[in-house]
């Protein structure tokens, strides 16, 4: 954890109201990127990223505690996400289940999770574990995937690897348990 | 006509690609009863999809146009002000930093 952010992470858990709030922008200068990245992964929007993220600052700024004891970067992103923004993206979707077919339970893990072992990983690891995981695919499995990371709807693979869409999405899947489990298998190993 | 009985490959692709696009309502709106248990029922979409999460993440959120750290911090400020003003002005706020009324316990008390 580099000096800013210790700096400011002694200032936000400091008992006086404005020191901590003159702690928070430095905080949010240090945190803002690893946070917005993390939060995307649940959202995939930005606008939805920036406002979630707004509250979850909020939050810490009247509760801070969870922070005292933070040692390292991937502490900090482990405690904001189980105490501060599961409550938050829990609150996104809450307004819209009951017009859902889809238990609490259910909405709640596919829109804030428990943290499993890829989620603890930072960015930098999981591209790592991802590109050694795309390596020991099949060549179509592979292309399968870059295409979709390049941002191509199924349709558009579907006609890159010369098959039905409905082939695509099987392979998709296939492919993605596949990485689920070697990537799983990176983490132990690491 | 929307295809209202998915497989679970199918789901997951259609989740992949809603997160992917940032419409995740959509998508849960689109979800039948039926699909609803197929997804509860299994363990392998909740597999797949810890992972396209974190595809979402690796492959598209540094692609993502976010505001200005600057601009941002001074959203959080004011954000911090108004709940220090609603703290301030709320009626359990008042109450608690004030000393209790005596009048209730006087009028208990018996006369002499």
Known sequence: MNRRLRNALKGLTAPDDDRRRRAMEPFVR??????????????????????????????IWEKPDRLRDVENERQLLRTVYLYYMRKRLREVYRRMNRHLYLSQNDLTNLTAPELGTLDTMSQSELKQALGRALGRLKARERRAIELWLDGMSVRAIANELKTTVGAVKMLKFRTILKLKKMMSEYCHDQ | MAD?????????????????????????????????????????????????????????????????????????????????????????????????????????????
Not at chain 1, 30 to 47: C, D, H, K, P, S
Request: charged share 30%; aromatic share 8%; proline share 3%.
């Open chain 1, 30 to 59: 240090e945190t803002f990127q690893m946070f917005i990245r993390y939060l995307y992964r649940y959202l995939g929007n930005e606008v939805e990223c920036e406002d979630v993220l707004e509250d979850v600052y909020g939050d």
């Open chain 2, 4 to 112: 209202t009985n998915r497989k679970i490959q199918e789901l997951l692709s259609d989740y992949a690609g809603a997160l992917r696009d940032g419409s995740l309502p959509v998508f849960l709106k689109s979800l039948t009863r039926q699909e609803g248990k197929t997804m509860t029922c299994s363990d392998d979409f909740w597999e797949a999809a810890q992972v396209v999460r974190v595809l979402n993440g690796v492959g598209f959120a540094d692609k993502a146009a976010t505001a200005d750290v600057g601009l941002f911090a001074s959203r959080v400020d004011a954000n911090i002000a108004s709940r220090v003003k609603k703290a301030k002005s709320s009626p359990r706020a008042r109450r608690t930093n004030h000393a209790r009324p005596t009048t209730r316990t006087r009028k208990a008390e018996k006369p002499i």
